[in-house]
């Protein structure tokens, strides 16, 4: 180390010894955003499916039957369709025997804010 050595050598050797830090924290923040995204993603896939899911078992048993089932347990019960009640909320509002009805998947939040 050499005792008359510049400010402005001394400021590039401090931020050369820092460059990895800051290299490696930006790599772990890019990392954490790819995997928040993919959850979102997932999320988002297993609302459609189980929608999905719902509506063609619903269909499916009119054209069974001739009728919509009566209630969500009714269908969940016949087709084996299960899901994470921590996850969604599922909505299953009848309409009559012969009108479609009214099915809704909404994903729960995580946080008290509201924010998903």
């Known amino acids: 180390m050499d005792l008359f050595e510049s400010p402005g ?8 010894r820092l460059f ?12 954490l955003k790819g995997i928040d ?10 609302q459609a499916t189980l929608k999905q899911a719902l509506e063609k078992g619903a ?11 009566e209630n969500l347990s009714c269908l969940l019960d016949e087709y084996q369709i299960t899901y994470d009640p921590d996850k969604f909320i599922v909505e299953y509002i ?9 099915i809704s998947v909404l ?3 995580k946080g008290k804010g509201g924010s998903s």
């Not at 050598?9 to 050369?16: D, E, Q």
């Open 94 to 102: 009848p309409n009559g025997s012969n009108l479609f009805p009214m």
């Open 37 to 46: 995204r993919t959850s979102e993603e997932t999320l988002l896939n297993e």
């Open 59 to 69: 269909v499916h048993t009119y054209a069974l039957t001739g009728r919509y089932p």
């Open 9 to 16: 050598k001394k400021i590039k050797r401090r931020l050369r």
């Open 20 to 31: 990895p830090v800051f290299l490696l924290v930006i790599l772990c923040c890019i990392f």
């Open 107 to 109: 994903p729960l939040s």
